[in-house]
């Protein structure tokens, strides 16, 4: 089992940054390749951002492409997601999450993603 704890959210405004981190802890993340999720009231979840388990390969959603940054720390064993130039439509609850250890590539499905953290809400003022 992988425990995933999420943290950095909070308000902001359009145009700012902020930045999320997912942490393992007494796990090396570099066991699993990760991603980032988001959840907006009345809305499915959706792909934002993945990253394989050496950080070589990124992939991210196009409505984010360009605006985040997904990167990981295997000595920290934590991974982030470094948001910038923020919309009101990028308000949702940010969830991390994790791939079996068999895996070494990141996905863009949620049903590929076998452990989940608690979710950290991002609330962007227009």
């Known amino acids: 089992q992988v425990q995933l704890v999420e943290s950095g959210g909070g308000l902001i405004e359009a145009g700012g940054s902020l930045g999320l981190s997912c942490a393992a802890p007494?796990?090396?993340?570099?066991?699993?390749?990760m991603g980032w999720f988001r959840q907006a009231p009345g809305k499915e979840r959706e792909f934002v951002a993945a990253?394989?388990?050496?950080?070589?390969?990124?992939y991210y959603a196009d409505s984010v492409k360009g605006r985040f940054t997904i990167s990981r720390d295997n000595v920290k064993n934590t991974a982030y997601l470094q948001m910038n130039s923020l919309k009101p439509e990028d308000t949702a609850v940010y969830y991390c999450?994790?791939?079996?250890?068999?895996?070494?590539?990141?996905?863009?499905?949620?049903?590929?993603?076998?452990?989940w953290g608690q979710g950290t809400q991002v609330t962007v003022s227009s």
């Open positions: 999450a994790a791939r079996d250890s068999y895996y070494t590539g990141g996905a863009t499905s949620a049903p590929m993603y076998a452990y």
């Open positions: 007494g796990r090396t993340t570099s066991s699993n390749a």
């Open positions: 990253i394989s388990k050496s950080g070589g390969n990124t």
